[in-house]
């Protein structure tokens, strides 16, 4: 059945002195807002089971509107599109407004979606973040908890590490008293995740930043596949970002449960010069010998690591470097 009112949806996007990346979905799916969690099980588990069905609308003609320049691209069969324009002269420090809206003549009709896109001053640092387990305690190795945790509990009242949005605070603040400080969130969940993690966000004050996510998912089945995720999809994007800002110096935070330490490792194999300093969270009883061995190569390489429990210590070593 043809969809006459799709959504349209922009992600933040990101800027440099040249150029701008914008992102986002067109959705089947007439969406007034996303779907709310709420503290009842069967109510988030419909919000679950409707998240992880949003059909994309591939094929229709999208445009950019930022400042006099009007662009336009394809969606592809997911409903994804992506603008990455050369801009002469280049949008302004901090975030801009971007507008973006299906083409006249494809036979949809959405209101025209609104946008922002952050230029990041060259600070001394930026930041590139893991989530799950990084920020946010998700259980991401075990599925069946993972899942609970989504179903159980609104996002308002999951939880983040101790100490880690204050961390995540000051080496915000730190680092953009000359300007917007870039906070790049990396995760190997899926699109139909964004919604849950922005309010999560949002209700702990986590720094304003981008997000960088995995392809959507639209079966519900999928959303059995969700632990682990794909972890060559965290350093393309991590290498995308480093490579979009080759000026800018980067300080990466991740954890051990997952592949962190060697996606941050193969990193700065490949990027010696931009990355300052990695961070590991240390999530079980005992120090992860492969997390040891890959943090080991990466001092080799010259670049200082703290592989921590508390963020107390991160907080700590964060200053001492001169970080914050």
Known sequence: M?????????????????????????????????????????????????????KGLGGVQVQLCIGAVVAETTTDARGYYRFDLQLEPSVGYGWTAVDVRLAPGGGYQAPVAQGRVLRPALNSYDIISDIDDTLLISHSLNLWKKLRLLIMHQPSKRKPFDG????????????????????????????????????????????RGIYLMNSLK???????????????????????????????????????????PVLYMQAVRRFPLQIACVYIRHTRRRPQKEAEAMLGEIKRLGVPYCYFAHSAEAIRHSKKMGFM
């Open 2 to 54: 043809r969809t006459e009112n799709p959504t349209i949806v922009v992600y933040p996007g990101y800027a440099n002195h040249t150029g701008v990346v914008v992102f986002g979905h067109v959705f089947r799916q007439n969406l007034r807002h996303w779907y709310p969690y709420s503290d009842n099980f069967f109510a988030n588990l419909r919000v679950l089971w409707k998240l992880f069905r949003v």
């Open 164 to 207: 880690v949005v204050a961390h995540y605070q000051q080496l915000y603040d730190a680092n953009s008293e000359k300007g917007s400080c870039l906070f790049s969130f990396v995760s190997s969940s899926e699109w139909n995740l964004y919604p849950f993690i922005r309010a999560f966000s949002r209700t702990y004050r986590v720094p």
């Open 218 to 260: 639209t079966r519900f089945r999928d959303l059995f596949r969700t632990a682990g995720g794909s972890h060559g999809h965290k350093l393309e994007k991590i290498e995308e970002i480093l490579r979009y800002y080759p000026d800018h110096r980067f300080i990466l935070l991740g954890d051990d449960t997952q592949q962190d």
